[in-house]
């Protein structure tokens, strides 16, 4: 039968209303659904009052998902729309606002009678959906978090998964984003139970009445809660019925036993702040929660402060996002403060930073959280009283507080198993002494015991399966802690701290060493010094794990860094330990170090000429600060061209250092590396290569195949092998230096850019000249990403380069680069550095070969003078210079 148009079938109400809001929006393409709500939210109605509005609400009016409950809030939306467009298409009178937004409701409300119970009483929800419970209202500023909200609707519709479990430190949004579910959860014929879980006795309750809906009240008469309960859960296995149970607040996980919903037709979602291995079951899926991204926080700040006249920049909502650690529920109080106080964004942010300031004092309970019981210091406190009854007593907390000392993301879980860190643990499940003495140590069972338990709390997470294992906190939980800590205890907290870097520090050096683990000790480092533990670490003298930062820095390239460091704790260490103090002397000597890397020798070796005699006054000519000064003299001396008068002091100070330190210690080897290398300097490279295989077999023997420090001495032993006559064993040297300083210490690690470098130039020699231009290439790209530009290691790679791609059969481009790059190197290094002089050797060699004799000679003969005046005749590359004067000049008569 041929349908006529009074057949047609018409637009679902709800269709209807939501595509006349969606027109309405449209006119205001360029305005967010934030400020949208938020324009509604402050609108006045007729009546003088106003609606809230939310921007999540909002989209899914617009998109047919759902319809308001209070028409009013339809009104506020249409004025504030109004209110912004001058001549609004399609304006309806709100008489027929109301007229479409009645039938959108009725209509959402119809209700489907379920087959197997009495309708019992329901909120409303998708047709004969049954509503059972109150989850929290939406926060103020909602963020949607959509990455984790898809994580959970993914895993309720796997159908292997029957419960998720949404798991984060407490304030992390859990509860926000179970509403959010719930509310999306709405399904024909549906079940949805909201159970505040923080008891059995609240999820007994809830129990019971849920059944009492389900079953109509005659179902619950004379029976108690848990009788109901037990009812209840059995309905939820035998129900055809689609359910969602959201179990909220688990405070732990036992009161739960026999209380799981479980059932074919329906799955649970269930939020806590424990981790324990209760909760993980084949059938579960585990949705952890962390902290807002970086946008997500400006994002709600920026939605929730009132912005006045003159709107907060980005760079300042970023700070105070970043200053607290974009904790969900910080963000919440930080802005409820601030808008309580009329305190200004920069003078929070400085209190913030102020570590002297209590955490209590700027999240305080007068200015709550939205929709959270809790403030920032009480969730901690609870969540540590529940960890502490896990763990021996006491140790748990004196574990967070340990921990509360160190690096956020970088503390490996050794550093708890030093002496140190364990002498403190002990001290707080046995008490201290009244000096703050903690003699005795914890055992390792204890430690892990009160770690796993911060883990079960969400307190800190340890992750094992990383290798070596970490474990990480978040910065606002470490203050909260410290703040616990007595005052007349913290300074042994610091010491114990930088204790333990050093203890883990010192024994990495002595054996395997395992990538990365400096790099976290320097974080730490960093953090002690930051909080008000840095002035903790000065009690008659510089606390020793201070020294390894600066050494840190220099053996990643970053020598300006670690000259302004050195400055810096020099300047503190002479106003509290005078200016002889042997502290004072060793950071002197690490600034003198650092300038003399980046390029200015003379001024270098003139320094630690000065610090060497007032050690050899002040410590004594053996004291091992004294020889390490002299070492680096010696090395200076070396850069300047003076390799004779190197070598000798070298070689001497070898001797005292294994007369009075012992034949295997690290200044001794240090001496024999720089000893063989001016051998090889002065012409002797098969006693130089010899001299460095007899250190790389000890340094294996000692340290292991793939330490470091065996591994750098390979760079020098391939360098000499080459130089003794067999460039392809020098390949293949380096080859494995490069595999395996990249596995120890990284690609950009300082070593590994040398073992690179040398690879492709032995590789050059080897006849593989194209494969030499190929990792000069690379070996010049990654120290620029390393270093710089502009650092002198990043120059001499491209001249290098360029050298060798003129030695590849490109001699006119070679030259070109070259000429570009010399005014730069005579800038940073000087024109008479070993660099700067070498760089005109080579573009010399390279006029050579293209066949212009009498121009080379004119470049070499001032080029002889310059590196006589500077390096001496005998030096290895002045001499080069005269042979090859002599040549060209006979060349050029010839």
């Known amino acids: 039968m041929e349908q006529t148009e009074s057949d047609e079938p018409k637009e679902p109400p709800r269709a209807v209303f939501a595509a006349a809001l969606t027109r309405l929006r449209r006119q205001l393409p360029d305005l967010s659904d934030e400020l949208l709500a938020r324009r509604a939210s402050r609108t006045a109605l007729p009546s003088g009052r106003r609606v809230p509005v939310n921007?999540?609400?909002?989209?899914?009016?617009?998109?047919?998902?759902?319809?308001?409950?209070?028409?009013?809030?339809?009104?506020?939306?249409?004025?504030?729309?109004?209110?912004?467009?001058?001549?609004?298409?399609?304006?309806?009178?709100?008489?027929?606002?109301?007229?479409?937004?009645?039938?959108?409701?009725?209509?959402?409300?119809?209700?489907?009678?379920?087959?197997?119970?009495?309708?019992?009483?329901?909120?409303?929800?998708?047709p004969g959906d049954l509503v059972v419970g109150r989850p929290p209202s939406d926060a103020a500023s909602l963020r949607e978090r959509t990455t984790l909200a898809s994580a959970i609707d993914a895993a309720l519709r796997d159908e292997?998964?029957?419960?998720?479990?949404?798991?984060?430190?407490?304030?992390?949004?859990?509860?926000?984003?179970?509403?959010?579910?719930?509310?999306?959860?709405?399904?024909?014929?549906?079940?949805?139970?909201?159970?505040?879980?923080?008891?059995?006795?609240?999820?007994?309750?809830?129990?019971?009445?849920?059944?009492?809906?389900?079953?109509?009240?005659?179902?619950?008469?004379?029976?108690?809660?848990?009788?109901?309960a037990d009812l209840f859960i059995a309905w939820l296995r035998t129900t055809p019925r689609p359910w969602l149970v959201v179990l909220d607040d688990v405070d732990d996980p036992a009161d739960l036993r026999g209380l799981r919903p479980v059932g074919e037709r329906g799955k649970s979602l269930v939020t806590t702040r424990r981790r324990d291995a209760a909760l993980i079951r084949p059938s579960s899926r585990i949705v952890q929660v962390g902290m807002f991204a970086p946008q997500e926080s400006v994002d709600y700040l920026r939605s929730r402060l009132p912005s006045g006249q003159v709107p907060y920049k980005k760079a300042e909502l970023d700070a105070l996002a970043d200053s607290l650690g974009h904790f969900p529920l910080a963000l919440s109080q930080a802005a409820a403060f601030l808008i309580d106080t009329g305190m200004g964004l920069t003078t929070y942010r400085r209190l913030l930073d102020d570590q002297r300031e209590a955490l209590s004092?700027?999240?305080?309970?007068?200015?709550?959280?939205?929709?959270?019981?809790?403030?920032?210091?009480?969730?901690?406190?609870?969540?540590?009283?529940?960890?502490?009854?896990?763990?021996?007593?006491?140790?748990?907390?004196?574990?967070?507080?340990?921990?509360?000392?160190?690096?956020?993301?970088?503390?490996?879980?050794?550093?708890?198993?030093?002496?140190?860190?364990?002498?403190?643990?002990?001290?707080?499940?046995?008490?201290?002494?009244?000096?703050?003495?903690?003699?005795?140590?914890?055992?390792?069972?204890?430690?892990?015991?009160?770690?796993?338990?911060?883990?079960?709390?969400?307190?800190?997470?340890?992750?094992?399966?990383?290798?070596?294992?970490a474990v990480e906190v978040h910065a606002l939980v470490q203050r909260a802690a410290r703040e616990t800590v007595p005052e007349p205890a913290r300074p042994h907290l610091a010491v114990a701290a930088a204790d333990a870097v050093e203890?883990?520090?010192?024994?990495?050096?002595?054996?395997?060493?395992?990538?990365?683990?400096?790099?976290?000790?320097?974080?730490?480092?960093?953090?002690?010094?930051?909080?008000?533990?840095?002035?903790?670490?000065?009690?008659?003298?510089?606390?020793?794990?201070?020294?390894?930062?600066?050494?840190?820095?220099?053996?990643?390239?970053?020598?300006?860094?670690?000259?302004?460091?050195?400055?810096?704790?020099?300047?503190?260490?002479?106003?509290?330990?005078?200016?002889?103090?042997?502290?004072?002397?060793?950071?002197?000597?690490?600034?003198?170090?650092?300038?003399?890397?980046?390029?200015?020798?003379?001024?270098?070796?003139?320094?630690?000429?000065?610090?060497?005699?007032?050690?050899?006054?002040?410590?004594?000519?053996?004291?091992?600060?004294?020889?390490?000064?002299?070492?680096h003299e010696a090395r200076f001396r070396m850069e300047e061209g003076a390799v004779t008068a190197a070598l000798a002091e070298f070689t001497e100070l070898a001797d005292q250092a294994a007369a009075e330190l012992g034949t295997e210690h690290a200044l001794v080897v240090e001496a024999r590396k720089h000893a063989a290398l001016c051998l090889g300097l002065a012409g002797d490279a098969v006693g130089a290569r010899d001299a460095c295989a007899a250190l790389v077999t000890m340094l294996e023997r000692r340290l292991g195949t793939g330490h470091p420090e065996p591994l750098s001495v390979l760079i020098d032993l391939g360098r000499w092998s080459g130089e003794a006559g067999e460039p392809h064993v020098a390949v293949e040297t380096h080859l494995r230096a490069v595999a395996g300083l990249e596995s120890a210490v990284g690609r950009l690690h300082?070593?590994?850019?040398?073992?690179?470098?040398?690879?492709?130039?032995?590789?050059?020699?080897?006849?593989?000249?194209?494969?030499?231009?190929?990792?000069?290439?690379?070996?010049?790209?990654?120290?620029?990403?390393?270093?710089?530009?502009?650092?002198?290691?990043?120059?001499?790679?491209?001249?290098?380069?360029?050298?060798?791609?003129?030695?590849?059969?490109?001699?006119?481009?070679?030259?070109?680069?070259?000429?570009?790059?010399q005014p730069t190197i005579d800038h940073v290094l000087g024109a008479d550095h070993p660099r700067a002089l070498r760089t005109r050797q080579q573009r010399a060699e390279l006029l050579e070969l293209s066949g212009d004799h009498a121009a080379t000679a004119t470049l070499l003969t001032d080029l002889l003078a310059d590196m006589t005046r500077v390096q001496g005749s005998d030096h290895p590359r002045t001499r080069e210079v005269a042979q090859s004067l002599t040549r060209c000049r006979e060349q050029a008569t010839g």
């Open 750 to 821: 300082r070593d590994t850019l040398i073992a690179r470098h040398n690879l492709a130039y032995w590789r050059g020699l080897a006849g593989e000249r194209e494969l030499a231009v190929e990792e000069f290439t690379v070996a010049a790209q990654d120290a620029e990403r390393a270093l710089g530009a502009g650092h002198p290691t990043t120059l001499t790679y491209r001249v290098n380069l360029a050298f060798w791609r003129g030695l590849a059969g490109d001699p006119a481009t070679a030259m070109t680069e070259l000429a570009a790059l």
């Open 503 to 631: 203890e883990l520090w010192s024994s990495t050096a002595e054996s395997e060493y395992r990538p990365g683990t400096e790099a976290a000790l320097y974080r730490n480092v960093e953090v002690l010094r930051r909080t008000t533990a840095g002035d903790l670490l000065w009690n008659g003298r510089m606390h020793p794990v201070l020294r390894r930062i600066g050494p840190y820095l220099a053996g990643l390239g970053r020598d300006a860094a670690a000259r302004d460091l050195g400055r810096e704790l020099l300047e503190q260490a002479r106003a509290r330990l005078g200016d002889g103090h042997r502290d004072v002397l060793a950071l002197r000597c690490q600034v003198a170090l650092a300038i003399g890397e980046m390029g200015d020798t003379t001024a270098a070796r003139t320094s630690l000429e000065e610090i060497r005699r007032e050690a050899e006054s002040t410590l004594g000519a053996t004291d091992p600060d004294t020889l390490a000064v002299r070492l």
């Open 361 to 469: 004092d700027l999240l305080p309970p007068t200015s709550p959280a939205d929709e959270h019981g809790d403030t920032v210091a009480t969730a901690f406190e609870l969540a540590l009283d529940r960890a502490e009854a896990l763990a021996p007593a006491g140790g748990a907390r004196a574990t967070l507080e340990f921990l509360s000392m160190l690096a956020p993301d970088g503390i490996e879980e050794s550093v708890l198993h030093t002496a140190a860190a364990r002498r403190w643990i002990h001290a707080g499940m046995h008490g201290r002494s009244d000096d703050g003495r903690v003699p005795a140590v914890s055992t390792e069972r204890d430690v892990l015991l009160s770690l796993r338990a911060l883990h079960r709390l969400s307190l800190v997470t340890h992750d094992p399966s990383r290798s070596p294992a």
């Open 160 to 228: 292997a998964i029957r419960e998720v479990v949404l798991t984060g430190a407490g304030g992390a949004g859990k509860s926000q984003l179970a509403a959010a579910t719930f509310y999306r959860a709405r399904q024909p014929r549906g079940v949805r139970v909201w159970v505040p879980a923080s008891s059995r006795q609240s999820v007994l309750t809830a129990y019971a009445r849920a059944w009492r809906v389900v079953s109509g009240e005659e179902g619950g008469r004379g029976w108690d809660d848990e009788v109901q």
């Open 55 to 126: 921007a999540r609400r909002l989209g899914e009016w617009l998109s047919g998902r759902s319809v308001p409950r209070d028409f009013h809030a339809v009104v506020a939306v249409v004025r504030a729309v109004e209110s912004l467009v001058d001549a609004p298409d399609a304006r309806f009178p709100i008489s027929e606002w109301e007229g479409l937004w009645r039938a959108a409701y009725e209509d959402r409300a119809v209700a489907v009678p379920p087959p197997d119970a009495p309708a019992g009483p329901a909120t409303e929800g998708a």
